[in-house]
């Protein structure tokens, strides 16, 4: 049974930094892709990042790009998310997202994934 387990969420100011970090147990995805995706109160999903397959191409949503860096861990089957230079718009729960058929005109898709974590809250103030 896959089991994504969100970290490091909480409370930071504008301007500061944030790291998360998502651990997968019970499947491996290095032939899939893992993403981390948000959603704001009263809005859709959002797209933030994702890492492909082995050769761990990342792809970025372009109201982050620049500024959040996401990263692999093979050996611990983990990803992070490296938020830099936040925004009080930044302020969402962050989701985890897994699968192992994601093709690449699907990586910035919610639906393409299927497995989830449970979320973790940042929240930026201004």
């Known amino acids: 049974q896959v089991q994504l387990v969100e970290s490091g969420g909480g409370l930071v100011q504008a301007g500061g930094s944030v790291r998360l970090s998502c651990a997968a147990s019970?499947?491996?995805?290095?032939?899939?892709?893992m993403a981390w995706f948000r959603q704001a109160p009263g809005k859709e999903r959002e797209f933030v990042s994702a890492?492909?397959?082995?050769?761990?191409?990342?792809y970025y949503g372009d109201s982050i790009r620049g500024r959040f860096t996401m990263s692999r861990d093979n050996a611990k089957n983990a990803v992070h998310l490296q938020m830099n230079s936040v925004k009080p718009e930044d302020t969402a729960v962050y989701y985890c997202?897994?699968?192992?058929?994601?093709?690449?005109?699907?990586?910035?898709?919610?639906?393409?994934?299927?497995?989830w974590g449970q979320g973790t809250q940042v929240t930026v103030s201004s």
């Open positions: 019970g499947g491996t995805f290095i032939n899939g892709a």
């Open positions: 890492v492909w397959r082995r050769a761990g191409n990342t």
């Open positions: 997202a897994a699968g192992s058929g994601v093709i690449l005109s699907s990586v910035r898709t919610a639906a393409a994934y299927n497995y």
